[in-house]
């Protein structure tokens, strides 16, 4: 059997390039976009022309587990401040863990684990909250297993946050997602549970991450 979900997503990227960390089933989803997704090696972040790509995204852990991403990262930089998107999922606070994003920020161990506790916007302004696609307490609903895990702790006052959760009488956590313009180019950190809800055909998150991948 094979389940089919009817949802009205628009997503301007058409090329996506992955880095592949522990391993999950996002590369598949972002295809079910429509978008074309290129695995990057350890060549590529090193060497090829990343201009191509409309954004770039980091895979569950890549930072905790690929040297080369961790080598590389100051070229991503470089390709986010000349007009590019990058996108980087959780990572676990290990001893390889680099300082990730173009600004100071601190990955913590928070997590939201109640799939139905509810999410409030913080910045209604935020395109990541109306472009392309507009963003309601609907695209929440029907969510798998856990909101998020292992959001920010701290950020420098150049990073909105976009979101706020919190588990049944935990603190409100405002640090699963982080965006920042740098230079031309938009980076932004999220802990929420992507590589869970993508592949389980949640529509709210398919039109969210897809306005992260059409950032402005």
């Excluded at 976009?33 to 290129?38: A, I, K, M, R, S």
């Excluded at 609903?141 to 959001?151: C, K, P, V």
């Excluded at 869970?196 to 709210?204: I, N, S, T, Y």
Aim: hydrophobic residues 40%; contains cysteine.
């Amino acid at each position: 059997s094979v389940k089919l979900v009817r949802a009205d997503v628009r997503v301007t990227a058409r090329k996506v390039g992955y880095v592949m960390g522990a391993g999950d089933e996002m590369p598949d989803a972002i295809r079910q976009l429509g978008c074309d997704v290129t695995l990057l090696t350890a060549s590529d972040l090193e060497q090829r022309d990343l201009s191509e790509f409309d954004a770039i995204v980091t895979g569950v852990r890549a930072y905790n587990t690929r040297a080369d991403l961790r080598v590389n990262l100051p070229r991503l930089l470089d390709y986010v401040h000349d007009g590019g998107k990058l996108i980087d999922q959780y990572n676990v606070t290990d001893g390889n863990l680099v300082p990730m994003g173009p600004y100071p920020f601190k990955v913590g161990r928070d997590r939201v684990t109640v799939e139905e506790a509810p999410v409030t916007f913080t910045n209604l302004g935020n395109p990541l909250l109306s472009t392309p696609n507009e963003i309601t307490q609907k695209d929440f609903a029907g969510w798998i297993q856990e909101r998020g895990l292992y959001f920010a702790s701290e950020w420098d006052a150049r990073y909105q946050t976009v979101l706020e959760s919190h588990d049944p009488g935990e603190k409100p956590l405002a640090g699963g997602m982080l965006y920042a313009r740098y230079g031309k180019g938009v980076y932004i950190f999220s802990g929420y549970a992507w590589f869970r809800e993508l592949p389980a055909g949640v529509a709210g998150a398919y039109r969210l991450f897809a306005n992260m991948l059409s950032a402005k």
